[in-house]
């Protein structure tokens, strides 16, 4: 029997409605994510990128068809059972870091514990862990306006970790960043996939997409290519 993937995505569409114009955002995209894959999601811009995402990321949801994370269909749950569901599967990184500037580096990344009721004890300690696996045990106390883009970054994604999420969600993660930077960060989320965390990339970076395992390219909200990058292998939900 077929253990059921990750992550379940099938025929979704979406559409906005602007003004007297519909506009297709996804059209019949379906597609399958296993525990451990390193993917990237790219396309040029109004490709539809960023709208699926959101839908992976269970922050908006599908005008049709199915989406099942860890089995669940989540297709068209309300909004507190889709902060409830963020809050318990998925961790993410955005290309604005998203720190709140008054706080520390370890209070940054224990925020998100919070909300899951651990003590302050159990905060720091989750926290400093998190901070040393992206290699910033040193920096614990330093504010985000004490760090550079790279370091920043590295902040966001050891919050992301804090909850040890079932996938991580990283929305153009090195946008900001300079050349040297940017490898970083792509060779700290090549090391955590390597750990065994499921990573999904949203880029139009090629040099971002060269990095993952697998890239599923979208245009005009329909995917036309999904290729693993081990030569002969079919990916997860590619037909031949």
Do not use: W
Request: proline share 5%; hydrophobic share 40%; net charge negative.
């Amino acid at each position: 029997m077929a253990t059921e993937p990750l992550l379940r995505l099938e025929n979704i569409h979406k559409t906005y409605d602007m003004g007297d114009v519909r506009v297709h955002a996804l059209r019949g995209v379906g597609f399958r994510v296993e525990p451990g894959e390193f993917v990237a999601i790219m396309g040029p811009s109004g490709s539809g990128k960023s709208t699926l995402m959101h839908i992976i990321g269970c922050l908006d949801r599908p005008t049709a068809g199915e989406y099942f994370l860890e089995g669940e269909d989540v297709s068209q749950k309300g909004d507190d059972e889709l902060a409830e569901l963020r809050n318990r599967y998925l961790g993410f990184v955005f290309q604005e870091f998203n720190l709140l500037p008054s706080m520390t580096a370890l209070e940054n990344v224990a925020l998100p514990l919070t909300y899951r009721g651990a003590s302050a004890r159990e905060r720091v300690e989750i926290a400093t862990r998190a901070l040393e696996r992206v290699g910033l045990g040193d920096r614990v106390r330093h504010k985000p306006n004490q760090l550079s883009g790279g370091q920043k970054q590295r902040v966001a994604i050891a919050r992301s970790l804090a909850t040890e999420p079932a996938v991580l969600m990283a929305d153009e993660p090195t946008g900001n960043l300079d050349t040297t930077a940017q490898g970083d960060i792509m060779g700290i989320l090549c090391e955590l996939n390597e750990s065994g965390i499921t990573i999904i990339v949203v880029t139009h970076d090629p040099a971002v997409g060269a990095h993952c395992k697998r890239v599923i390219r979208l245009l005009d909200g329909s995917i036309v290519g999904d290729e693993s990058s081990r030569p002969g292998v079919v990916s997860p939900g590619e037909t031949r």
